[in-house]
């Protein structure tokens, strides 16, 4: 049956963390009859553990509705699911691309966050038909009159164009379906051309390979066609291709208008990466969708097994990661305090965590990762220029003209009260505001250039301490910029800890190194030997500290014969020591890799 | 196959064993004691628990061929608490004669009772001595009042002294336990030490105040009433008594434990070189049979069981390989004896750098802990347990 493209839609939806995005999909799914009621399980789209727990989404999950409207008129609503968060900007940019419509949904209590209007701001340069959404109406604490407030200021649009929602008792969704399908354009574009379809998202899956998530522009793609992938120049057989369900349907063509699958037979998801156009290997279109980019890492950590039998594991499943996720780079290193492990490169903290946590769980990994890191361009005495994303690899200052570091543009919404602590966490980080402004009575917009090794390091939390949790912070990546910067080394015990080197302004060295030192004080246990802790830059020692040898540790009863409680207790820590990790003499406890994020300052 | 003398200790079908039995009353409860014990019973309750004993040894005896066939040799003894004293002499009468009496015993039987001072006097001295018993471990801990209050001793130190003083006159072997503990000077445990040794005391074990969750002492240091002493004080105490008792012809022989020549408790060597006990009563320990077992640390539960005619054990831990090994490292490290360098995982303890500090010496090819490494064995003991793997 040939697409009746008057009667689709494609729509997202965006909204911040927690403003009720996936339930909401899961009303829609339910209202228009897609998933029955014992399909329906909370949050049907968030299917990983992790995004069902930390509530966000983090692959997009596309779904195809059938809606027959009051008027007995059938629709096609293809809801495509967009990540939430700031870490993965470029794939939210091309989830939108696929779109005709955006639902803007602002939880009625929080209102407007940061996030929220920097992807209004994409959802309007993608030119999309945008429907503000004040959703949980139902709770007690809704001030709904006060956020069609900031709707009207931020879109202009009417007040009755703002529609009022609970996504969790069902108020307002007949009217929100509606308006889906009076306001969302159709999609246009000739089944006839050639073949044009932008890939927003891809999977793997490990029985068809790679699986292109497509928005066809222009043109049909049946399966069994040659396809071709105009970014990254492969060619692929088209497997299967198809719609989304709760699960994939196969079809026999796809054609302009369309949101669906095609499955490549490719073997990871890097040859088949968001962003790229797909079009027939025979008859190519002429120009690919604009804007491809391979997604770039910004945040690097060092990985490391903690126990060192556990290398290969990691490999095997960084590899496994990495076929779901073309984002995350990583490559071989080793460390003198840690090992053999990975610099891996990833999107921004999240990612990190996400991908760590995963690591852990889902492949029951011990890991130690190292301060997160960005990428510096080093300029040497030759005037050549080195990147580098590892702070203990960093060559020698003698050799070094200038150092650059990354600069974003950081925008922060916050209630006004609290103006002041966020301008001063921010210039404490050496942010540079540059703009302030009222969004209402009651919330700010201040925005500030600044280092992107400062704000990984422990903005976000600090942010959001400050301000009880009401800020909200969105970042985008702005320019290489020099500054005054050194490489802070940590002896234990004379021993280069290369794994807690860090690359410090040189004004905030000293202070830093100090309470660096203190911090690790507080970490490593009392050992056999007294442990000597130094920061240094180059051979200056900025710092010193140290933790005394114990005295005395014996429990000296073996009382009654009871043999067994003691060795068990021994047994017991020495689970306990494979997350210790050995520098020459001294045990450090993993956390202490991790002390340099709790330093405060 | 071939063994080393260490690992044949008369361990044969025919070795001898030891024999444990609890005894849980006390007449009150000391403030840092975590032991099975209870300050509430009466005659008719100990005369039951006696019977209980017996019925206990008979239902393991009628599972275990080795103790039913009555021919391995009983070497030693120890009544054990709880307060051991507190029973009348008749019930120990009746327990010797329904456990120890009905095995062969080597000619040097050593058979210990743990007594306290309050419960402890002539005519049970006299008694004990008629049933055999020729080996007195006296709980003294302080002769301090503040200290002794501390602990929750139930003696006063002029009992305390009595206490020796009979002891030293009825018993060749007499034994005195010592607590380092909070508010201790060294010139006043040294004449302490002094003073007990002069009234006949043999051995001595100080063992150094620890604190057990749930004991009332526990409680104490976290509402700030009792402050422990700093480790540093600790060792200053521990190597200062160490030394005193060492001048006064003492042998440390284990961590805790400091002995005349001969005088060393054969009982505790057992525990600590690999030799087979049985223990009897609730939270005893046994390590019969390769395998180590205790018994549930409930009275009335351990009673129950024994009712319904089950052997009353709880933990039952079945000794693998490394866990053996492992055993016999941390128990031959706590000897002056030491372990055969060979027995070490390679690379768990740093030899030279350890001789240089002083925490041991290196004795025909065995590492023997030296005081100071004494005070730091926990710490060995992990650094062993981290490397050893089989």
New interface residues.
Partial sequence: MPLNRDKTRNFCIIAHIDHGKSTLADRLLEATGTLKGKELQEQVLDSMDLERERGITIKSHPIRMNYEDPRGESWTLNLIDTPGHVDFHYEVSRSLAACEGALLVVDAVQGVQAQTINNMYLALEHDLEIIPVINKIDLPAARPEYVQEQFIDLLGCDPDEVLLVSAKTGEGIPDLLDAITDRVPSPEGDPKERAKALIFDSIFDPYVGAVAYVRMFAGTISKGDKIYCMGNEKRFDVGELGWFRLTRMGQDTLEAGEVGFIATGAKDVRHVRVGDTITLADEPCDHPWPGYAEAKPMVFSGLYPTDNDQYDDLLEALEKLQMNDAALSWEKESSAALGFGFRCGFLGLLHLEIIQERLEREYGLNLIATLPNVEYEVLLRDGSVQLCENPALLPEAKHIEEIREPIVHASIITPKDFVGAVIQISLERRGVQTKMEYLDPERVCIEFDIPLNELVVDYYDKLKSVTKGYASLDYEYRRHQMDDLVRLDILINGDLVDALTCIVHRENAYTWGLKLCQKLKELIPRQMFAVAIQAAVGTRVLARTSVKAFRKNVTAKCYGGDISRKRKLLEKQKEGKKRMKQVGSVEIPQDAFLAVLKVER | MTFSADQRPERGARGPWGL?V?VPFCSSLCSYCH?VRTADHDDAVRTRYVEDLLLELRLRSRRCGILSRRERPLATVYL?GGTPSLLEPELIERLVAGTVATFPHRPDLEMTIEANPESFDDLKAGWWRELGINRVSLGIQSLQPRILKMLGRAADPAQARAALRRAGRRFDRVSADWILGPALRVDELCDELDEAVDLGVKHFSL??L?VHTGTMLAERVARGQVRLPQ??D??RV?LAAGAHLEKLGFNQYE??NFARPGAESRHNQA??SGRP?L?LGP?????WGRR?S?NVADPAEWSRRLAIGSVPED?V?PLDRT?RR??RI??AL?TAAGVPLDWLPGGAL?VERGCELGWWTIQRERLVLTRLG??????F??AL??RLDV
């Fill in positions: 444990y609890h032991f054990g063992y150094i620890e480790d540093e600790t060792e521990y961590v805790a525990y600590w006990y223990g939270g005893a320990h046994s390590f180590r205790a933990e831990d866990a492992l055993e941390i128990l706590r740093d004494f005070l730091r064995i926990d710490g003991e992990a347990a981290t």
